[in-house]
Nanobody, 127 residues
């Protein structure tokens, strides 16, 4: 299984970025997927997760600014991030875990339950 992230970069506060994750080597529609991030000095945390049925949950800090979507045909997972804040800066990772999984509104998985990881893409947000 391989996950390759793209779309990171540098923006000013209030700006937007669209992160994309291209998957290969596993049956994408059946796996559980998510975006995680690591802020310097902090533990890796869940940003947004999705189950095979398309149920989505977001980390509380996203406060309606982020939107997760997936395309089972193109095998891509996309995170649209709007109104970015300096505290959103960090490395963003795409991750997958084997079926099955549960997605509960308002809760995201810990990083330790994920089975596959991309190498990450860097997001910088200047004030």
């Amino acid at each position: 299984a391989q996950l390759v992230e793209s779309g990171g970069g540098s923006v000013q506060a209030g700006g937007s970025l669209r992160l994309s994750c291209a998957a290969s080597g596993f049956y994408f529609p059946a796996w559980c997927l998510g975006w995680f991030r690591q802020i310097p000095g902090a533990e890796r945390e869940g940003v947004a997760i999705i189950d095979p049925a398309g149920t989505i949950s977001y980390g509380e800090f996203t406060t309606g600014r982020f939107t997760l979507s997936k395309d089972d045909v193109e095998e891509t997972l996309v995170l649209q991030m709007n109104n970015l804040k300096p505290e959103d800066a960090g490395t963003y990772y795409c991750a997958a875990r084997k079926p099955t999984c549960n997605v509960s509104p308002g809760r995201v998985w810990g990083y330790y339950v994920m089975d596959r990881w991309g190498k990450g893409t860097l997001v910088n947000v200047s004030s």
